[in-house]
């Protein structure tokens, strides 16, 4: 149980378009669901929080209208980056929990914007 | 200072060899303390979670927390080719629902 599914898993976008990048809870109901990027060789830094139905909280530094996050559903969450460019490329993976201290994570999206 | 350090080796080990993983945190409000291994280009997998201190077993490997010293161990007996992974110390506080912080994570390498 507890599966988290990420999509795609990568993508190749030009500079200046925009790209939407699916997380979805296959078996449970995510009441938060939690974006991160991680560079090589990096720790995961938290992009935002989201909870269903409501505005998601961003971190400090990050761009709420570069990277949109909509929480529709207690099983779906998407991040839109929004005119991507080169130094957006990086891993994505998203993470869902019910409320408890868990959180279970998504097998990550590679972007690469060229 | 950050938050949690988390040497990021890496750490090369021959396999059957005992591995000691380890992170500092200078957060005292950390109450849940993580490990989670994450295999190159994947998600990471929660491995072990205790609440405050004291110790958790859980087949090969055993999680310690000492919270007076703000300092947090993993350990792998009987390493295996297969463990070869980047293990990530996260941790987070008790009020409400706080978001995990994370270390830099170790890369493991356990040779055959």
């Known amino acids: 149980g507890a599966v988290v599914s990420q999509h795609p898993s990568r993508v190749i976008c030009k500079s200046g378009t925009s790209v939407k990048i699916e997380c979805r809870s296959l078996?449970?109901?995510?009441?938060?669901m939690f974006w991160y990027r991680q560079f090589p060789k990096q720790s995961l830094m938290l992009m935002a929080t989201s909870n269903e139905g409501s505005k998601a909280t961003y971190e400090q530094g990050v761009e709420k209208d570069k990277f949109l996050i909509n929480h529709a559903s207690l099983t779906l969450s998407t991040l839109t980056v929004t005119s991507a460019h080169p130094e957006d490329s990086s891993f994505y993976i998203c993470?869902?929990?019910?409320?408890?201290?868990?959180?279970?994570f998504g097998p990550g999206t590679r972007l690469t914007v060229t | 200072q950050k938050e949690v350090e988390q040497d990021p080796g890496p750490l090369s080990v021959p396999e059957g060899a005992i591995v000691s993983l380890n992170c500092t945190y200078s957060n005292s409000a950390f109450q849940y303390f993580m490990w989670y291994r994450q295999y190159s280009r994947k998600g990471p997998e929660l491995l072990m979670y205790?609440?405050?201190?004291g110790n958790k077993e859980d087949g090969r490997f055993t999680a310690q927390v000492d919270k007076s010293s703000k300092y947090i161990s993993l350990f792998i007996r009987d390493s295996q080719p297969s463990d070869s992974a980047t293990y990530l110390c996260?941790?987070?506080?008790?009020?409400?629902?706080?978001?995990?912080?994370f270390g830099t994570g170790t890369r493991l390498l356990v040779s055959p």
């Open positions: 996260a941790m987070r506080g008790w009020a409400g629902f706080q978001k995990l912080v």
């Open positions: 993470s869902a929990s019910t409320g408890s201290y868990e959180q279970y």
């Open positions: 078996d449970f109901q995510a009441t938060t």
């Open positions: 205790t609440y405050s201190s």
